[in-house]
């Protein structure tokens, strides 16, 4: 079954991310919803692409956390300072 792209797993991966308070990475997405370490990597990417979720680049790598976050003082000074 072709999991990129698959509205039901995207679904799914939306709802872990909103469940989690932190950005998170390739692994833990893939060890939740227990796919592969590529699979779960082609998927975040092509759902940030599609701006379903927010890639954030680190200097080990992207994490990942969803759109709809709620605004905190910390998000609020980060985005003043731009």
Do not use: C
Not at 15 to 24: A, G, R, W
Not at 42 to 58: F, P, Y
Request: cysteine-free; aromatic content about 6%.
């Amino acid at each position: 079954m072709q999991k990129v792209g698959n509205i039901q797993v995207e679904n799914e991966v939306i709802e872990l991310l909103k469940k989690t308070p932190m950005p998170v990475s390739i692994d833990y997405v893939a060890y939740h919803l227990s796919i592969s370490w590529p699979t779960a990597r082609g998927l975040l990417l092509n759902m940030a692409l599609n701006k379903k979720v927010e890639a954030i680049k680190t200097t080990r790598g992207y994490i990942f956390s969803s759109l709809e976050e709620e605004p905190t003082p910390q998000n609020d000074k980060a985005m003043t300072k731009q």
